[in-house]
């Protein structure tokens, strides 16, 4: 049987949140046969944290399983490794502190094709996952799931990678920039948006649960010169997509990305 969808997981000195995101993919109601998970360990200096990682999965049956290992850090450099290693036909990135629910992958193939990438809902919580609550992808999923595909309208849904499930030919060759080391997935989302067509949503019962934590990358402080040395290579970087691609990627919806990343450096600093 071909495997259907790749799972690629970035992990870093991994903890216990990696398997018990690995057990929530192995829980999947989707036929396990028709997946292949990827766990990409980056930037573990030390032996220990390749050790525990290679007993507990090796202790755990998870089907489909291949540990890749990197010892040079970057959330960005773990995800091309996984993208150049992957053998499904779609692509779905999870992040090692985060839970599916049981029929997330089941609900996301049932909505996907060639040209059209599937969408869950995506739920939030800090320790207990039955503390949730929506943040902007959450609150944009319920508002537009029943909406005409624009990518404008629908832009939120290309600001990460995560909850949603990618056909592999959308991706092609593009790979995440590994310079970028904020807003990476919307940089990436960016660069393949002109081969999206339509977005596919899943069941609103069909969930992507972020654990939001206050040692995350994305949430901690940065200093002020760091930010924006980060968010004028960001802000290039997209003319750069445009410019390569000028009569098949929206100019508004590139435009609408430079100023959120202006904006964005504004609340930081």
């Keep these: 049987m071909s495997v259907a969808i790749t799972i690629i997981i970035p992990t870093n000195k991994p903890q216990k949140y990696l398997f018990e995101c690995l057990d929530s993919i192995t829980n999947q ?15 573990c200096s030390l032996d220990d944290y390749v050790r525990i990682c290679e007993e507990r999965l ?11 290992y990197e010892k040079q850090s970057g ?39 060639a040209t059209q990438i599937a969408v869950a809902n995506v739920l939030c919580f800090d320790s207990d996952i039955r503390d949730y609550y929506s943040d902007y ?3 944009s ?41 904020m807003s990476e997935d919307s940089l990436f ?32 402080k940065k ?3 760091y930010l924006c040395k980060q968010r004028l290579i960001l802000i290039i970087n997209y003319i750069k997509i445009w410019i390569k691609h000028p009569f098949d990627i ?14 964005h450096l504004i609340r930081k600093t």
Excluded at 29 to 43: A, M, P
Excluded at 75 to 100: C, E, K, T
Excluded at 145 to 164: D, E, G, N, Q
Aim: glycine residues 6%; contains cysteine.
């Design 141 to 181: 999923f319920i508002r537009l799931k029943h909406k005409s595909y624009s990518i404008l309208t629908h832009r939120s849904f290309l600001s990460i990678c995560c909850a949603k499930l990618i056909p592999t030919l959308v991706i092609g060759d593009t790979r995440f920039n590994e310079s970028i080391h």
């Design 223 to 225: 200093d002020t010169r």
């Design 58 to 68: 090796n202790n755990r049956s998870y089907k489909n399983l291949r540990a890749i």
């Design 75 to 113: 959330v960005s450099r773990a995800r091309n490794i996984g993208l150049n290693h992957a053998l499904g036909d779609y692509i779905a990135f999870v992040d090692d502190d985060d839970l599916l629910s049981e029929n997330y992958l089941e609900g996301l193939y049932e909505n996907v094709n």
């Design 250 to 263: 929206n100019l508004l919806f590139i435009c609408s990305r430079i100023t959120a990343a202006g904006l």
């Design 29 to 43: 109601t989707i036929d396990n046969n028709l997946l292949e998970i990827l766990v990409v360990v980056n930037g």
């Design 189 to 220: 989302m960016a660069s393949i948006s002109y081969k999206i067509k339509s977005i596919g949503f899943t069941d609103e019962k069909c969930v992507y649960n972020r654990r939001v934590t206050n040692n995350s990358l994305s949430r901690g």
């Design 137 to 139: 992808l959450g609150r």
